[in-house]
């Protein structure tokens, strides 16, 4: 079966200072890996997706997150925070065969003035 | 393109009352998921489907909760009778075939049971 771990149950970051949100995952072959992001009150929207291209993945608003698959992770970051990136933000497995989401726990990041 | 819509955006039930949430995916998507999400936890696969059928239901409490998919197209999501721990946001998700494409989600149905 496979599962993600979010190692960070909450994340706080300066304005303008870079954001790393850590996520690992164990899977028996080469995953389909995304981060959703969650603002309050909003639907889950995607950020970006991994599916065996490139391992540094570029998604919207100026994130991006690498594969690794020697650590088994996928790691989502940014440059520099802004106020409006406060939000939750899930890490994602896709099963190969029958298509299966599995959430991680997921990471409430708070953008401090 | 529409996205995925579901009603109602809002439920209060008393305990041991049904309730029902409806889902329409986006237009040719096979795919389509429900989850439960309760306040500070990810998301919880209740039961997938592929077109009209069931690929995964095993976290679906059977003795309360039912869905169905009619001609692969419309989901409804059933719980009777309901229970207070059964407040949560139900989410509703489509997307076509690929373990690679993206899932899209509906804004959800805030059901509290009280």
């Known amino acids: 079966a496979q599962s993600v771990t979010q190692l960070d149950s909450h994340v706080s970051v300066s304005e303008g200072t870079p954001v790393l949100l850590r996520c690992n995952y164990s899977s028996s072959y080469s995953p389909s890996l995304f981060w959703y992001v969650q603002h309050p009150n909003k639907g889950l929207q995607l950020l970006l997706k991994?599916?065996?291209?490139?391992?540094l993945v570029k998604g919207i608003n100026g994130f991006e997150a690498e594969f690794k698959k020697s650590e088994t992770s996928f790691h989502l970051t940014k440059p520099s925070a802004h106020m409006s990136d406060a939000a939750e933000y899930f890490c994602?497995?896709?099963?190969?065969?029958?298509?299966?989401?599995?959430f991680g726990a997921g990471t409430t990041v708070t953008v401090r003035a | 393109e529409a996205g995925v819509a579901q009603s109602p955006r809002y439920k209060i039930i008393e305990k041991r009352q049904s309730v029902a949430f409806w889902c329409n995916p986006i237009?040719?998507?096979?795919?389509l998921y429900w989850y439960q999400q309760i306040l500070g936890q990810g998301p919880k696969l209740l039961i997938q489907?592929?077109?009209?059928?069931?690929?995964?239901d095993s976290q679906l409490p059977k003795d309360r909760f039912s869905a169905e998919r009619l001609k692969g197209v419309d989901s409804t999501l059933k719980i009777q009778p309901a229970k207070l721990e059964d407040s949560a946001v139900y989410l509703c998700?489509?997307?076509?075939?690929?373990?690679?494409?993206?899932?899209?989600f509906g804004q959800g149905t805030r059901l509290t049971v009280v």
């Open positions: 237009s040719g998507h096979a795919t």
């Open positions: 991994y599916t065996s291209a490139a391992t």
């Open positions: 994602v497995v896709s099963d190969l065969n029958d298509y299966k989401l599995s």
């Open positions: 489907f592929q077109n009209n059928g069931v690929v995964d």
């Open positions: 998700a489509s997307s076509l075939e690929g373990a690679d494409t993206e899932a899209f």
